[in-house]
Nanobody, 121 residues
Framework: QVQLVESGGGKVQAGGSLRLSCALS????????MGWFRQVPGKEREFVAA????????YYADNVKGRFTISRDNAKSTVYLQMNRLKPEDTAVYYC??????????????WGKGTLVTVSS
């Protein structure tokens, strides 16, 4: 059974930092590119960042480039998102999923519960 468990969200002031974690079970984690996505109520889920199976290449949405860093630990079946210089517009529920190179960019229809990030001005 596939399971995605995100954690690390919270409330932070603008300019602050958070580190999100996502553990994948039920799949061979190291075989998949992984991505982070976020969603604000009433809006579509958007791509944030992705990393190839071995972390050798990373990809970012333009609005987080230079502020967010994605990484992974295949031994722990976990992908991370280090978020620095947070802005109020980063407020959203953050999810992870496997990553595909074509829209909508996520690979599985299954989603975890996500982790809420709230950035105050």
């Amino acid at each position: 059974q596939v399971q995605l468990v995100e954690s690390g969200g919270g409330k932070v002031q603008a300019g602050g930092s958070l580190r999100l974690s996502c553990a994948l079970s039920g799949r061979s984690f190291s075989r998949y590119a992984m991505g982070w996505f976020r969603q604000v109520p009433g809006k579509e889920r958007e791509f944030v960042a992705a990393t190839t199976w071995n972390g050798g290449s990373t990809y970012y949405a333009d609005n987080v480039k230079g502020r967010f860093t994605i990484s992974r630990d295949n031994a722990k079946s976990t992908v991370y998102l280090q978020m620095n210089r947070l802005k109020p517009e980063d407020t959203a529920v953050y999810y992870c999923n496997t990553f595909e190179g074509t829209p909508p960019y996520y690979g599985m229809d299954y989603w975890g519960k996500g982790t809420l990030v709230t950035v105050s001005s």
